[in-house]
């Protein structure tokens, strides 16, 4: 097994490598870089754009140059192209695409991400900012996913037919057909001062004042912002990995070892958990990395948008509506870097629900 999660975390080295490459291709051929993005804002009302430059190093471009009618950005004409270069500068586009993209690569490997653009921050001090927010979300959508879908999931599988399974299912049918933004918008109508009720509030983790508050009263006033934004969450989730877990354990329950094992005298109980969980798990824990992911950092941008909580999904798109590469990068690699190391663990979970699986016979 050693030789195994050698030889799967040198494979991460190419695996990220060909992740940045094909995503710094495709933004290179999108319009609108930060580049355009200055041109925009200094052509309209911003000026933190100048004020920027013009404090910066001056360039030693030759200041007869010609007009930036001919530039490659669109937003340029009419403006001095020493300032354009300038800007170039400014924001590492003075160098061909090789020279930066190699450049990322060798700062990424030491885990320098580099300055926002337009934040000027550190990216990582950004990441490590957001990350409460994600956290919180995801840390909890997962464990109240997990708690009651794998219980109810096997519960089902046992009463297949039967009319708890019926009304169990519809309810999960509807849960699964409304996306849950919009099952965020319904919450907060109803219970967030919308239209009826106005008992959950709709902005950040905590309360003003949350520091004074007695150790109590902060675990409640922390749930208390959180009880709306984890229910939308959990409500996608929840019914498909109710589902998931139904099949699995419906599947190995009509094989011929429970049989045999029932009709040794074995209870079902013993059998379901004894026998059949080991091997049903294993389908659960193939998805449990795209979950987490999906969970943790993409599946939660639109609920923190709608309850105003600044997340890692936020700052995403964010990042990527002000093409703000350093961040949009720096958030891929950590992200790529994260699922595939939880791959890598849930490989290594196989061996220990099911001792039979060998990866180490396996060819790479």
Same mark, same amino acid.
């Given at each position: 097994?050693?030789? =195994? %999660?050698?030889?799967?975390?040198?494979?991460?080295?190419?695996?990220?490598?060909?992740?940045?490459?094909?995503?710094?291709?495709?933004?290179?051929?999108?319009?609108?870089?930060?580049?355009?993005?200055?041109?925009?804002?200094?052509?309209?009302?911003?000026?933190?754009?100048?004020?920027?430059?013009?404090?910066? *190093?001056?360039?030693?471009?030759?200041?007869?140059?010609?007009?930036?009618? /001919?530039?490659?950005?669109?937003?340029?004409?009419?403006?001095?192209?020493?300032?354009?270069?300038?800007? *170039?500068?400014?924001?590492?586009? /003075?160098?061909?695409?090789?020279?930066?993209?190699?450049?990322?690569?060798?700062?990424?490997?030491?885990?320098?991400?580099?300055?926002?653009?337009?934040?000027?921050?550190?990216?990582? /001090?950004? %990441?490590?900012?957001?990350?409460?927010?994600?956290?919180?979300?995801?840390?909890?959508?997962?464990?109240?996913? =997990?708690?009651?879908?794998?219980?109810?999931?096997?519960?089902?599988?046992?009463?297949?037919?039967?009319?708890?399974?019926? @009304?169990?299912?519809?309810?999960?049918?509807?849960?699964?057909?409304?996306?849950?933004?919009?099952?965020?918008?319904?919450?907060?109508?109803?219970?967030?001062?919308?239209?009826?009720?106005? @008992?959950?509030?709709?902005?950040?983790?905590?309360?003003?004042? @949350?520091? *004074?508050?007695?150790?109590?009263?902060?675990?409640?006033?922390?749930?208390?912002?959180?009880?709306?934004?984890?229910?939308?969450?959990?409500?996608?989730?929840?019914?498909?990995?109710?589902?998931?877990?139904?099949?699995?354990?419906?599947? *190995?329950?009509?094989?011929?070892?429970?049989?045999?094992?029932?009709?040794?005298?074995?209870?079902?109980?013993?059998?379901?958990?004894?026998?059949?969980?080991?091997?049903?798990?294993?389908?659960?824990?193939?998805?449990?990395?795209?979950?987490? %992911?999906?969970?943790?950092?993409?599946?939660?941008?639109?609920?923190?948008?709608?309850?105003?909580?600044?997340?890692?999904?936020?700052?995403?798109?964010?990042?990527?509506?002000?093409? /703000?590469?350093?961040?949009?990068?720096?958030?891929? =690699?950590?992200?790529?870097?994260?699922?595939?190391?939880?791959?890598?663990?849930?490989?290594?979970? =196989?061996?220990?629900?099911?001792?039979?699986?060998?990866?180490?016979?396996?060819?790479?």
């Amino acid at each position: 097994m050693a030789a =195994y %999660i050698v030889r799967r975390l040198l494979l991460i080295i190419p695996t990220l490598f060909g992740i940045l490459l094909l995503n710094f291709m495709i933004i290179q051929l999108a319009p609108g870089g930060p580049v355009e993005q200055a041109l925009a804002h200094m052509q309209g009302i911003a000026v933190d754009a100048t004020s920027r430059i013009g404090s910066g *190093e001056k360039s030693d471009i030759s200041a007869d140059a010609s007009s930036g009618n /001919d530039s490659k950005y669109r937003g340029a004409q009419g403006m001095d192209p020493v300032l354009v270069a300038e800007i *170039e500068k400014l924001y590492g586009f /003075d160098k061909p695409a090789h020279e930066r993209f190699f450049k990322m690569v060798g700062d990424y490997l030491t885990f320098d991400f580099g300055r926002s653009f337009f934040s000027d921050k550190p990216v990582v /001090d950004l %990441i490590i900012e957001k990350m409460p927010v994600s956290i919180s979300l995801g840390l909890w959508t997962t464990l109240i996913t =997990y708690l009651v879908s794998i219980p109810l999931g096997i519960r089902k599988a046992v009463k297949d037919g039967t009319p708890f399974d019926v @009304w169990t299912s519809s309810f999960i049918i509807v849960g699964y057909a409304i996306p849950n933004f919009l099952f965020a918008i319904l919450l907060i109508v109803i219970f967030a001062g919308g239209t009826y009720l106005d @008992w959950f509030p709709l902005r950040g983790l905590t309360s003003p004042g @949350w520091e *004074e508050m007695s150790l109590i009263e902060k675990i409640g006033d922390y749930f208390w912002h959180l009880a709306l934004p984890i229910l939308a969450s959990v409500i996608s989730s929840f019914a498909t990995l109710t589902m998931l877990t139904k099949n699995a354990f419906l599947d *190995e329950i009509h094989k011929q070892y429970v049989l045999t094992a029932r009709a040794k005298g074995l209870k079902m109980s013993e059998v379901l958990y004894g026998h059949v969980f080991r091997n049903a798990m294993l389908l659960i824990i193939a998805g449990m990395p795209a979950a987490l %992911i999906g969970i943790f950092f993409t599946g939660s941008m639109l609920i923190e948008v709608i309850f105003s909580l600044d997340g890692l999904g936020l700052l995403g798109y964010e990042a990527v509506i002000n093409r /703000d590469y350093p961040v949009i990068f720096g958030t891929l =690699y950590i992200f790529t870097l994260v699922g595939l190391l939880l791959k890598l663990i849930s490989d290594i979970t =196989y061996t220990l629900v099911d001792p039979r699986i060998d990866f180490e016979s396996r060819d790479m």
